[in-house]
């Protein structure tokens, strides 16, 4: 999933400072699911700025809603009927469901109300770890099932550096060397013999995001 | 295909090589590494000038190669594939040659996470292994690395990093192997202070067949006091400072340190020299330039051979 | 036996105890008759102000007890009458009754109250220990059960004089009957059980005292009254000659106990605590009072009890260790001039107030019954005789006992004991369960669904326990004005069985589907509303309360009118969340009428066969190899059985009875389900088989150990030893009794210390036990007991005097000079500071024998497999000290035996009947009913997270084939963790939804 | 056994019920002060509700100081059922406490109560 965290309260409220009529609209999709945008935290901020705004002395009218994702636009336009009335979307989706929000909202700026942060899973009840960067040629059967690209800090295909010490990256102790992973597993599947000594070619980036903004058709399903 | 290199020169008369480094500055100014290479004059058969070592920003490697071309030195400019993606890489590399350097040392680079700019983005368009790669197939086959023809060849000695102190300590050698199949001539390594562990590397690697195909380099630092040892041994990844160094350390008096450093550094040096597969040693004198001379002389590396 | 049993059991007397037996009875299917000679039911319990340890409201305790009791359709109240005798055999009895006549008709009488408001006739009221007073046609107290008043024959004026009768003219239901006569009624029953209970030492035999002559002289009981908040003095300490504040309080212990001279050669067991306990509330009452307890020995030896003894001393309560000589009063301030003897030296004192801590004894009318009925008395005390392992069955077969007609006992024995003693009469006619139950009338449950809501308030004075700090008028005005609601009043006690009748009325007649009591807590009261509401077929989670009282009246006493203003905000709080109140459904699950029970003691043991007697299937499981626990090593006994007979043939019975399944070698290694249908896993060695058993309820009787210890150079010198190591060795005639000439006995080893901080119970009797056991032996033998204080309770007594007549040596040590042991090669030198004489006492001795603690068996990973809890020192924590003494807070889990306190052998018999009692209530039904207060989720909304089956700590949530979280109703406890974190508001805890805990802050601070 | 009136107890059947929506609901509604009580650590009725609830309370806290409320008015307390004096202290303690600190800045509308510099312990 797409994990997100929530922004700084203070930066949200200085985004939204000049209005005082907002909706906050959450996403029932990824977000929900690593507890940044689901119901319970819509609720959490509206409560959160309407609170810091009666500090203030100021009030301000927020409309809550939770969407069963913005990433669909037949989702998206079910705000339609009211979105007008206010004066800002603070969206707390990931970065994909505010943009769909401005670009189907186009007269009514849409604010971010996360940070965007990897795809990933969870471990355990409240952690969340990186797991993909979405480079579009997988190369996970060739590691073991972990990704060199994104366990290891510096991408590399070919084993780990002289900076691994005791299983651990060398940019954070916490950090699992992502290539001792890699050895450990090849050795359980009994592919380290092979695969290890094979040198793996320089990668093809060019279906990562280092080859523009991409895009998926599926002419079979196209209408 | 042989180069101009001086080193590869002294490592195929069969002589115990002397390589030593200098840390370009934080500045434009170049009287600073001139200043540097002064003090390995007739000391060093070659010099590594690191690129942006741990990440700090400094002048830039291939500048400062020139600088000590000039001076009459064989430079080894150091790359990492930390700042440039393969474009860049190819330039750089078709830019030494034609300025007159032999030796490249290919590195995948400290991560930045711990350097003056840990805000910045990293590359890592291609790793180390793939770095050598770039070179071999540039310089033997005359292709970029999109296949295209290219007019010129530069003629660069290959060389690479290893770290025999890293773990996974068991691939510490086949990696070895790797960066030597992808066309590794020479390697340097992490600076050596536990020996055993060196020396049960330098067994692997000889049972590999490596040393023969390979010219490898031991690294050693003289350390300062013992304040250095016990940092180099809790904070430097993938550095192996036994007990028995700081031990040796703490045993003199302050002032005293620094000379008993050197004395375990040649001490460590004429051990390494007898290593089988041990083809000579690279000095990396940190900020301590004015010693590898001292240090060099007291192992009986000098004078060093004319070419 | 051949002939027909009756599925009916006689319960006689209406206090805890036999309130507690009808209960269990009739919940765990038999009918119920219960006898009380009162008026009303609730005995003792009803007159006492707070209980100790947990300084729990006595009558708010007990009140709904009495409620269920009175309301249940298989308990048959028959107050005002007693039982003449008793005829037929076990299994078969016809009891003959007397019922008096109440001139009052129960089936017409409304218990308004009229009749003892217009009454002309006043005398003082035995219910307030006669400080104060009632009428002629009265009712006891308040929340009497059953609510219907009775006429005093012997001070009406109409039956004195002819003419009155004003009772009559004012009843409005027409219910007042002079004409009514003494009624014998003959009643069949297959079982009898005696819960005859006490009444205190008539305290004008000890002259000395002045009770009787003082004014300011008054006895414990009447000092409760004193205290009670619906006493005669509305809860203010004050004194009867001048009903001004006393300042100085002295209580003076054994009144009437441990006093052969005057025939009563025991010990009352609880005075020590009692009297700790009103010396506690009173200091609460004013903090400024100088009290003072005049002891023989600090017995508090229960559970919890010496941690409160020692709180009270940290609060400044005084203790003296002296016997009181006499008490003069000093005719011009009344004031008391107590003089007493103190380490040898005559002291004197003047205290304003005195309170004799008197004994408990069984009334002369209950010896009479017992001669009626056949059932032998104890020499002593005239206390009911009981075999010692089967101390709930009297001489006459097929009638029992329980509480203090069985010998002196606190609350909670009486409970444990009135528990043991509904399992074991009912175990004789169980085939004949259920055969006389009436069905419980419901009315079908209304929909609400779809409609307003419609509110009533009921606020209630609770005496003047509310009303004296918060305007209840002013409350239910204010009431009437929040939305939703239709109706408000206000009651003397909303818990009275009378205001049920009301309640039930108003919600028919107004038509309300929403009810808020404003009152006191929902912990004790809740459940009775709720089945007040079911009765008229209301779901019962229509019910809210607001806790005016504990939450209010009681905290703010000095602010009235704050507390007012927060007795409104609390009513609308309470209002706004019942306009959001939703019926609830629940879901009937099957019982599994089998019975688990962990640990192959005497105490398992007697569960076992409890059950099984109880027509119940048990799994028996032992860790050991074989059964018998600590009882293997006890040899005899006080009162002269022999333990090992005993426990061969109980090990014959257990293995060998059809319905018991002994599993030995055995470990627990799961756990899980909900009461009734539970499951748990055993691995069995030396195979390490791996078996489930499937069970509906648990008992969990793990026992204790001895605590073997480091003091005293135990383990270093051979010639020092523990109690059991002594008995053992004894046993085996392994002692050259010729051989030794002194013998030195310590008591507490391990025991009160700062590291085990509580009284082990049992082992002053034991050290009595064995010291009698070596002087019978070795009549020459000096035997030295060196005690702090010397804890032999109850009938105990008796061997304790029987000891020092028998030469044994008893001397006080105190714990800031605890005894020194000193080896001399072979022999061992004690020395001790007397700290009478003020000298240390050096004994030379050749044994050394040590009283060590009791410690709860290792029990930590069980106790966290069946989730149940335990307190500090590692004994299970039952749901509540007093009232439910071997149910876990966890349904369906019951504890009995060492692992719940240190415990004789006969207390663990009963309790463990008890917990077969208790267990069986459940057992006996059919079906249970969950859910409730579950949580639920809404699949629309579910996104699947899986945080709630991370979050719950039962593991209950699990995301189902379509893709949303699934809670089932029946496994969720209700704790709410899973909605606090269900990121898509998903789930919703019943009864606490967001929607609902939002409301009373909207309320709160909004105002309606 | 007297303690101020002004504390009024919302009843949750554990504290782990208690969501952080709830506590800052309380406080968006001008409560003064907020405090979760639950049961003494390691004896929760519902093994680790109590636990899980002083997180809440602690993030919350953290929220509140970037609204600039001051974080004290949020508490937790751990007590058992049968301490009631700990209780009554606990509700003076707190009474106290918000009567030092005066109104709350959401009654108020005067700015933020508590300086931003105190923000330091945040990560991040």
Same mark, same amino acid.
């Given at each position: ?49 309407? $609170? ?13 809603? $939770? ?11 079910? /705000? ?11 969206? /707390? ?56 690209? $994104? ?18 990256? *060398? ?35 060019? $279906? ?10 599926? *002419?079979?399903?196209?209408? | ?134 070179? &071999? ?14 007019? &010129? ?59 023969? &195909? ?94 | ?86 005829? =037929? ?92 006569? %003494? ?15 006490? #009444? ?105 009890? #010496? ?167 002013? @409350? ?13 009043? %206000? ?99 099957? @019982? ?61 019975? @257990? ?193 050394? @024998? ?75 039904? %059919?079906?249970?009913?969950? =859910? ?77 | ?15 782990? +019920? ?80 918000? +009567? ?25």
């Amino acid at each position: 999933m797409i994990v997100a965290q929530a922004k700084p309260i203070e930066e949200i409220l200085e985004m939204i400072d000049k209005y005082d009529k907002i909706l906050l609209v959450g996403c029932k999709g990824c977000v929900a699911v690593c507890a940044a945008g689901g119901e319970k935290e819509v609720q959490f901020l509206a409560s959160a700025i309407r $609170t810091a705004r009666k500090t203030q002395g100021r009030e301000i009218e927020i409309r809550e809603v $939770t969407l069963e994702r913005q990433c669909d636009p037949e989702y998206v336009e079910q /705000i339609r009927g009211f979105a007008g009335d206010y004066q800002a979307i603070l969206s /707390i989706a990931c970065g994909v469901g505010v943009q769909f929000m401005a670009e189907h909202y186009r007269e009514i700026p849409a604010l971010p109300g996360l940070n965007t942060s990897f795809m990933g899973g969870a471990l355990e009840q409240g952690v969340w770890s990186e797991r993909c960067q979405g480079c579009g040629n997988c190369v996970l059967h060739l590691t073991g099932g972990i990704c060199p690209i $994104t366990r290891c800090s510096k991408s590399l295909l070919n084993g780990p550096c002289g900076g691994s010490s005791n299983g651990k990256c *060398e940019v954070d102790p916490e950090v699992d060397c992502g290539w001792q992973l890699i050895i450990e597993r090849l050795k359980a599947l009994g592919e380290f013999e092979s695969r290890f000594m094979e040198i793996v070619p320089i990668k093809d980036w060019s $279906t990562s995001r280092d080859g523009g903004p991409r895009k998926i058709v599926r *002419e079979d399903m196209r209408q | 295909m042989k180069t101009e290199s001086r080193l590869e020169k002294v490592l195929e008369k069969g002589e115990f090589a002397v390589t030593s480094e200098c840390g370009p500055p934080r500045g434009a100014d170049p009287d600073l590494i001139r200043k540097k290479g002064e003090l390995l004059k007739g000391v060093v058969d070659a010099v590594n000038v690191t690129d942006c070592q741990t990440s700090v920003v400094r002048m830039s490697s291939l500048s400062c190669c020139l600088i000590l071309k000039e001076m009459g030195f064989d430079p080894i400019v150091q790359m990492v594939t930390r700042d440039r993606n393969r474009i860049a890489i190819q330039s750089d590399i078709l830019g030494a040659a034609a300025l007159g350097i032999n030796n490249i040392l290919c590195l995948s680079g400290d991560h930045q996470r711990f350097g003056d700019h840990p805000q910045a983005k990293n590359v890592y368009d291609i790793d180390s292994i793939q770095l050598i790669m770039t070179v &071999k197939q540039m310089r033997d086959e005359g292709k970029f690395l999109s296949g295209e023809e290219l007019t &010129k060849v530069p003629r660069l000695f290959i060389g690479a990093a290893a770290n025999p102190f890293a773990d996974p300590f068991e691939i510490r050698a086949l990696r070895l192997a790797k960066k030597v199949a992808a066309g590794a001539q020479f390697i340097q390594t992490q600076c050596i202070y536990n020996l055993k562990r060196f020396e049960e590397w330098m067994h692997r690697v000889v049972d590999m067949g490596l040393h023969e &195909k390979v010219c490898i380099l031991a690294g050693v630092t003289p350390m300062k006091s013992v304040g250095m040892a016990r940092y180099m041994k809790n904070m430097v990844p993938g550095m192996d400072v036994p007990d028995e160094i700081i031990e040796r350390l703490k045993g003199v008096p302050k002032e005293k340190q620094g000379e008993e450093g050197i004395k375990i550094c040649i001490e460590t040096i004429q051990r390494l020299r007898e290593m089988e597969g041990v083809r000579g040693v690279h000095i990396m004198a940190i900020e301590w330039e004015e010693k590898v001379r001292e240090i060099a002389e007291g192992a009986g590396l000098l004078p060093r051979p004319r070419i | 036996m051949t002939g027909r049993k009756i599925g009916a059991v006689m319960v006689v007397g209406g206090g805890i105890g036999g309130v507690q037996s009808a209960l269990d009875l009739a919940e765990a299917g038999y009918k119920v008759y219960l006898v009380e000679s009162s008026p009303s039911i609730g005995g003792r319990m009803a007159q006492l102000d707070k209980t100790f340890p947990t300084n729990d409201c006595s009558m708010c305790i007990l009140s709904p007890k009495l409620v269920e009791c009175g309301r249940h359709p298989d308990i048959e109240l028959l107050t005002y009458s007693e039982l003449l005798g008793l005829e =037929g055999e076990p299994g078969n009895f016809r009891a003959k009754v007397l019922k008096h006549a109440r001139y009052v008709r129960e089936d017409i009488c409304t218990g308004c109250g009229t009749c003892q408001q217009k009454c002309p006739r006043r005398t003082a009221s035995e219910f307030d220990g006669e400080l104060g007073e009632r009428k002629a046609i009265y009712v006891p107290y308040p929340q009497a059960i059953p609510n219907v008043p009775v006429i005093d024959k012997q001070i009406c004026t109409y039956f004195l004089k002819g003419k009155c009768r004003v009772c009559e003219k004012v009843c409005p239901a027409g219910a007042i009957d002079f004409e009514q006569e %003494d009624e014998e009624l003959e009643i069949e029953v297959g079982a009898v059980i005696l819960a005859l209970g006490y #009444e205190t030492f008539d305290a004008r035999l000890r002259g000395e005292y002045g009770y009787g002559r003082y004014k300011n002289v008054v006895t414990s009981l009447e000092f409760e009254r004193i205290l009670s908040a619906s006493g005669p003095y509305r809860g203010e300490i004050l004194r009867p000659s001048d009903n001004e504040h006393p300042r100085r309080i002295a209580w003076i212990q054994c009144t009437g106990s441990r006093d052969t001279s005057l025939g009563r050669g025991y010990c009352s067991s609880v005075c020590c605590m009692y009297a700790i306990k009103e010396a506690i509330i009173a200091q609460e009452h004013d903090p400024n009072l100088e009290l003072t307890i005049f002891y023989n020995d600090i017995r508090a030896f229960g559970k919890g009890f #010496e941690g409160y003894y020692e709180s009270a001393k940290k609060a400044g309560i005084r203790f003296v260790k002296s016997i009181v000589s006499d008490v003069k009063e000093l005719p011009r301030t009344k004031d008391l001039f107590i003089r007493y003897v103190e380490d040898g030296e005559v002291k004197e004192e003047n205290f304003e107030l005195v309170v004799l801590s008197v004994g408990l004894e069984p009334s002369e009318q209950t010896k009479l019954l017992a001669k009626k009925l056949g059932v032998e008395l104890e020499p002593c005390g005239g206390f009911c005789s009981t075999p010692f392992f089967n101390p709930l069955s009297t001489t006459r077969e097929g009638v029992y006992v329980c509480g203090v007609f069985q010998g002196p006992k606190d609350i909670p024995e009486t409970v444990m004991q009135a528990s043991a003693a509904s399992a074991v009469a009912s175990a004789t006619i169980s085939a004949e369960r259920g055969t006389m139950l009436q069905q419980r009338q419901y009315l079908p449950e209304k929909q609400i669904k779809g409609e307003k809501p419609k509110i009533g308030v009921f606020v209630c004075h609770c005496g003047i326990n509310i009303a004296a700090v918060v305007d209840v008028e002013a @409350v239910r005005d204010y009431a009437r004005t929040l939305p939703h609601v239709v109706w408000a009043e %206000d009651n003397l006690f909303t818990c009275a069985q009378d205001t049920q009748e009301r309640i039930k009325k108003v919600i028919q007649e107004e038509g309300l589907n929403r009810v808020v009591v404003a009152a006191c807590s929902p912990r004790t009261h809740e459940p009775l509303f709720r089945q007040t509401l079911m009765e008229v077929g209301l779901n019962p989670y229509l019910f809210e309360m607001a806790n005016i009282r504990d939450q209010c009246s009681w905290v703010h006493m000095k602010d009235k009118e704050g507390a007012t203003q927060k007795a409104k905000d609390l009513v609308r709080m309470a209002v706004a969340n019942a306009a959001l109140l939703e019926p609830l459904e629940r879901e009937r699950l099957p @019982v599994r009428k089998r019975a688990l029970v962990v640990g192959g003691g005497l105490a398992g043991m007697t569960a076992a066969l409890g059950f099984a007697e109880q027509g119940f299937e048990v799994f028996l499981v032992e860790r050991e190899a074989e059964l018998g626990g600590n009882m293997r090593h006890i040899y005899w006994t006080l009162s002269g059985e022999d333990p090992q007979a005993f426990l061969e043939e109980m090990i014959e019975r @257990v293995t060998t009875h059809p319905a018991i399944q002994v599993i030995t070698n055995a470990e627990v290694v799961d756990h899980e389900g909900v009461q009734g249908n539970f499951s748990t896993g055993v691995m069995i060695a030396p195979t390490m088989t791996y078996r489930k058993l499937e069970h509906g309820v648990t008992v969990l009787a793990t026992g204790g150990e001895e605590y073997k210890p480091k003091e005293y150079l135990y383990g270093e010198h051979p010639a020092v030893l523990t109690q059991m190591e002594l008995e053992e060795r004894i046993a085996r005639g392994e002692l050259d009794l010729g051989e030794l000439r002194r013998v030195v006995m310590i008591q507490c080893v391990g025991s009160r210390t700062e590291q085990r901080p509580y009284c082990s119970r049992i082992c002053c009797s034991v050290a009595v036990k064995n010291a009698l056991k070596l002087k019978e032996l070795a009549p020459d033998l000096e035997i030295h007991v060196l005690f702090r204080d010397i804890r032999t309770y109850g009938l105990l007594e008796q061997y304790y005097t029987k000891a020092r007549e028998r030469g044994v040596i008893f001397t006080r040590y105190i714990p800031e000079r605890p005894p020194e042991v000193e080896a001399e090669g072979n022999r061992l030198l004690v020395k001790v500071w007397e700290n009478t004489l003020k000298d240390d006492l050096i004994l030379e001795a050749d044994l050394v @024998v040590l009283s060590t603690a009791t410690l709860p068996r290792e029990n930590e990973e069980l106790a966290a497999m069946f989730k149940v809890q335990r307190t500090l020192e590692g004994f299970y924590l039952e749901a509540h000290m007093k009232l439910r003494p071997v149910d876990f807070s966890s349904d369906g889990i019951y504890m009995c035996g060492l692992a719940h306190s240190p415990k004789l052998m006969d207390e663990t018999i009963s309790q463990a009947q008890a917990a077969v009692a208790r267990a069986s209530t459940l057992l006996a039904k %059919d079906e249970i009913e969950v =859910g409730g207060v579950v949580a639920r989720v809404e699949p629309e909304l579910c996104a699947a997270c899986l945080i709630c089956v991370r979050a719950c700590p039962y593991g209950v949530p699990y995301i189902c084939e379509d893709g949303y979280s699934v809670i089932d109703p029946a496994k969720c406890r209700g704790c709410g963790n899973c909605a606090a974190e269900c990121p898509q508001k998903a789930i919703q805890l019943q009864h606490y939804r967001d929607e609902q805990l939002v409301a009373k802050v909207l309320a709160l601070t909004r105002g309606i | 056994m007297d303690y101020p009136p002004n504390v009024k107890l919302i009843r949750v059947p554990c504290s782990g +019920r208690v969501d952080s929506v709830h506590l800052i609901k309380a406080f968006e509604e001008g409560m003064d002060g907020v405090y979760v009580a639950g049961c003494l650590e390691g004896e929760c009725h519902f093994l680790t509700g109590n636990l899980r609830a002083k997180k809440r309370v602690e993030y919350v806290k953290g929220v509140l100081t970037t609204l600039g409320i001051n974080p004290e008015r949020l508490r937790m307390y751990n007590l058992s059922a049968a301490m009631g004096s700990r209780f009554v202290e606990i509700a003076r303690e707190m009474t106290e406490m918000i +009567r030092s600190l005066g109104p709350s800045p959401v009654k108020t509308g005067a700015g933020r109560e508590f300086p931003q510099e105190q923000e330091e312990g945040e990560e991040q």
